[in-house]
């Protein structure tokens, strides 16, 4: 936490503040927490969490061992649907 607190962070946050990029171009805390973090931080000093699915409105990724392709499944009520399942064979796809 102390790594956010640093002069440099804050004064990136101002910056930021200052043109307007959080209310008018709607960013979220969270791209700027990732930019923040990428100045920061070393590659070595970053886990990549490849073995959990993540899935965010248009985007999916699926775990490195289940090796298979996301899938949409459509959209329900306030949600994508997405599927991280290996396609089933089938008689006709062999």
């Known amino acids: 936490i102390n790594s956010f607190r640093t002069d440099a962070l804050r ?4 910056w930021i503040d200052s043109w307007g990029g959080w209310w008018l171009y709607r960013w979220g805390d969270a791209a ?8 920061m931080l070393e590659a070595k000093e970053c886990y990549e969490f490849d ?3 993540y ?3 248009h985007f999916c990724r699926c775990p ?6 996301c ?3 459509g959209r329900g009520a ?3 649907r997405w599927s991280c399942e290996a396609e089933q064979e089938t008689e006709e796809k062999k």
């Open 11 to 14: 004064r990136f946050t101002d």
């Open 32 to 39: 700027i927490r990732a930019v923040q973090l990428w100045v």
């Open 51 to 53: 073995s959990l699915p």
């Open 55 to 57: 899935v965010h409105q």
């Open 64 to 69: 490195k061992e289940v090796n298979a392709p």
């Open 71 to 73: 899938t949409f499944l």
């Open 78 to 80: 306030k949600i994508f």
